[in-house]
């Protein structure tokens, strides 16, 4: 019997709004290199940032597939000075490390409606 389908986190809208604010979230995050959100936004957001540096990572090689892998990222962050920026400037920091690029920091609640707060930012 197959398992029960589960639908990820919504943080309100559809998966396509979903989509677009965690792309636009990651686009934040590689322009000022870490950024402030709901604990939660930053738990959702870690791995898709994680991937996006990793296809940084692969596109650094001068093979067939760079430009594909470039064009995967604008395609995903739909920014091309933060795709510009990650692949060129962020990316090549991570070369010798396997991983880990994002840790989140937990501040503690917010005043007006005590969500958690957490500051995700690039190791």
Do not use: C, W
Not at 22 to 41: D, P, Q, R, V, Y
Not at 46 to 59: G, S, V
Not at 93 to 103: I, K, M, S
């Amino acid at each position: 019997m197959p398992g029960t389908p589960r639908r990820a986190r919504r943080f309100g809208g559809d998966a396509a709004h979903q989509r677009l604010m965690m792309a636009n979230l990651a686009a934040s995050l590689f322009a000022a290199e870490g950024i402030t959100t709901t604990e939660a936004k930053a738990k959702a957001l870690r791995p898709i940032a994680e991937k996006l540096i990793t296809k940084a990572k692969k596109a650094q090689d001068d093979n067939p597939m760079r430009v594909h892998r470039i064009r995967q990222i604008q395609g995903y962050l739909g920014d091309r000075e933060m795709t510009h920026k990650l692949v060129n400037e962020v990316a090549p920091r991570y070369l010798e490390r396997n991983g880990g690029y994002t840790r989140i920091l937990k501040l503690g609640t917010r005043s007006g409606d005590n969500a958690d707060m957490a500051r995700i930012e690039l190791v």
